[in-house]
């Protein structure tokens, strides 16, 4: 069974800084896998945008609105967890953030991630404050 666990969720205030953590148990973002791991979040009243995803081969994606400050990584030595670290936070970029993983497509042999992913977590709240 699949399970993933957002944490390092809080409040911050404009300009600092948070690392959010995806655990995964079950499913690993290896060669095996072919995984995409991705964050989203959603802001009341607004729609569910992808933040940033990582490819099971390493390549990355950052929406224009994080690009430069965020990061994803994977956990150091391990295929089981995924960060997402964010600097110079807005009070824009107060949401919930969800993780999501799923097997890549592949056509004419370009890999994508998936439009539809399996496997959430449950979300953790990140706060910022001007």
């Known amino acids: 069974q699949v399970q993933l666990v957002e944490s390092g969720g809080g409040s911050e205030e404009s300009g600092g800084s948070l690392r959010l953590s995806c655990s995964m148990t079950?499913?690993?973002?290896?060669?095996?896998?072919?995984?995409?791991v991705a964050w989203f979040r959603q802001a009341p009243g607004k729609e569910r945008e992808k933040v940033a995803d990582?490819?099971?081969?390493?390549?990355?994606?950052y929406a224009d609105v994080v690009k430069g400050r965020f990061t994803i990584s994977r956990g150091d030595n391990t295929e089981n967890t995924v960060h997402l670290q964010m600097n110079s936070l807005k009070p824009e970029d107060t949401a919930m953030y969800y993780c999501?993983?799923?097997?890549?497509?592949?056509?004419?042999?370009?890999?994508?991630?998936?439009?539809?992913?399996?496997?959430w977590g449950q979300g953790t709240q990140v706060t910022v404050s001007s």
């Open positions: 079950g499913y690993t973002l290896s060669r095996i896998t072919k995984a995409c």
């Open positions: 999501a993983a799923g097997r890549m497509e592949t056509s004419t042999g370009m890999w994508r991630c998936p439009n539809e992913f399996p496997y």
């Open positions: 990582i490819a099971w081969y390493g390549e990355k994606f």
